[in-house]
């Protein structure tokens, strides 16, 4: 499944450079199953594209379903905005 979501991640000292400048914003996220936390609890994991790493469901809010060509074109929009904030 394809998804959209804003991106609030609870903790942020330990993110990437990469992962912060999507603080707040609408990212094109898929399924990416289950992970066990530090505690031994599972929980649901979604893969963003960029790939910025695992983000667990708790950091994501407003997840919507969209078909396909939407995520693409979302997935494409969220490239052209990482590879503009690291152009100097």
Do not use: R
Request: without cysteine; aromatic residues 8%; hydrophobic residues 30%.
């Amino acid at each position: 499944m394809f998804y959209k979501a804003v991106y609030q991640p609870s903790e942020t000292e330990k993110l990437s450079d990469k992962a912060k400048k999507f603080i707040g914003k609408t990212i094109a996220v898929q399924d990416g199953g289950q992970e066990e936390s530090k505690s031994g609890v599972s929980q649901v994991v979604y893969i963003a594209m960029p790939n910025i790493g695992l983000i667990p469901n708790n950091d994501l809010q407003h997840t919507t379903s969209i078909p396909y060509s939407k995520w693409t074109e979302l997935s494409e929009i969220n490239k052209a905005e990482l590879s503009e904030s690291t152009t100097p």
